[in-house]
């Protein structure tokens, strides 16, 4: 069983920087691709940032390519979620998620994904 706990959300002005953090248990990260989703107020859930078993690719959603880096540290069972310029529309609990499925192309999809942290709250104040 893999255990995933989101760290780093707060609020921050629009313009701003919040980096968040997911520690990972249970598996290791060479097993996994990892992913990061956020879902706004009265919206579903959307794919953010994803990154391979290897941490050679990435894939970001087209509202945050660009502005957001995903990264990861193998020894410290880490996932990372830089996010720069941050806008009010950045606002949402953001989850990070893993799936151990190999697959040709890095899952984008939430139903794809078969570990999920509880969340995080960013709030970015305009």
């Known amino acids: 069983q893999v255990q995933l706990v989101e760290s780093g959300g707060g609020l921050v002005q629009a313009g701003g920087s919040l980096r968040l953090s997911c520690a990972v248990s249970?598996?290791?990260?060479?097993?996994?691709?990892m992913g990061w989703f956020r879902q706004a107020p009265g919206k579903e859930r959307e794919f953010v940032a994803g990154?391979?078993?290897?941490?050679?690719?990435?894939a970001y959603g087209d509202s945050v390519k660009g502005r957001f880096t995903i990264s990861r540290d193998i020894a410290k069972m880490t996932v990372s979620l830089q996010m720069n310029s941050l806008k009010s529309e950045d606002t949402a609990v953001y989850y990070c998620?893993?799936?151990?499925?190999?697959?040709?192309?890095?899952?984008?999809?939430?139903?794809?994904?078969?570990?999920w942290g509880r969340g995080t709250h960013v709030t970015v104040s305009s």
């Open positions: 998620a893993a799936d151990r499925t190999v697959r040709a192309v890095l899952a984008r999809e939430e139903n794809e994904y078969d570990f």
């Open positions: 990154i391979t078993r290897s941490g050679s690719a990435t």
């Open positions: 249970g598996r290791s990260l060479l097993t996994l691709v």
